[in-house]
């Protein structure tokens, strides 16, 4: 089964343009999380899809937007792009199920770089 | 939020165990305690998880405090490969709170 898919794997742009990073999950999950790796920050919670509904959000301001689509795969959205938004971004799928047990699987990450 | 404390880093002899441990002593009753790692320049990976029973499986096991506040992630045998952070969350829906991790460093 092939693992979950991020494109592209290296971006760079600078302050204020907009980007999009894409994730295709694992073939029959049904979840989609998106996480934002800083050297500083960690690893921090962006948001959760789940059957084309965003059902969890973490603490990052409105120019971080996300979709899924009917197929499950999932875009992100960064807008007028600041020099912090630099990081690693990851994508994880799971089946969705609503328990806390559902394993993430995570691909291996979109680096972006704003100068 | 339910909040994790793990050491910063630690060290271990290859082929020796390790016990990597996690602290969480504000865990509510539903909260599962997950753990992840992750090896450099690659996304996380989910070791093992368990609510109140120890629990193993063929990566690790999973060591529980009889009364929940704190946990132990077990590397039997630690190889080279085994270098990585460890990730010690706690769970009750699908919005994983990432901690800063305990960095395992392991020397041959």
């Known amino acids: 089964k092939a693992g979950v898919t991020q494109t592209p794997r290296y971006l760079i742009k600078t302050r204020g343009q907009q980007v999009t990073l894409s994730c295709s999950p694992i073939?029959?999950?049904?979840?989609v999380s998106w996480y934002q790796q800083t050297p500083g920050q960690g690893l921090q919670f962006l948001f959760e899809?789940?059957?084309?509904?965003?059902?969890n959000k973490g603490n990052f301001p409105g120019r971080f937007s996300g979709r899924q689509f009917s197929n499950s795969r999932s875009e992100m959205n960064v807008s007028t792009l600041e020099l912090g938004d630099s990081a690693l971004y990851l994508c994880?799928?799971?089946?969705?199920?609503?328990?806390?047990?559902?394993?993430?699987?995570f691909g291996p990450g979109t680096r972006l770089t704003v100068l | 939020d339910a909040k994790t404390t793990q050491p910063n880093s630690m060290e271990s002899n290859e082929e020796e165990p390790v016990h990597l441990p996690c602290n969480h002593s504000?865990?509510?009753?539903?909260?599962?305690i997950h753990w992840y790692r992750q090896l450099p320049s690659q996304g996380p990976e989910y070791v093992i998880h368990?609510?109140?029973s120890n629990v193993n499986n063929r990566m690790a096991s999973l060591a529980i405090a009889e009364d929940r506040k704190s946990s132990t992630l077990i590397l039997h045998r630690a190889t080279l490969r085994d270098a990585a952070v460890y990730y010690c969350?706690?769970?009750?829906?699908?919005?994983?709170?990432f901690g800063a991790g305990t960095r395992l460093t392991v020397k041959p």
């Open positions: 073939s029959g999950h049904r979840s």
């Open positions: 368990g609510l109140t």
């Open positions: 969350i706690l769970l009750n829906n699908n919005d994983m709170r």
């Open positions: 899809y789940f059957s084309e509904t965003q059902r």
């Open positions: 994880a799928s799971s089946l969705g199920g609503t328990g806390p047990y559902n394993e993430q699987f």
């Open positions: 504000t865990i509510s009753g539903t909260d599962y």
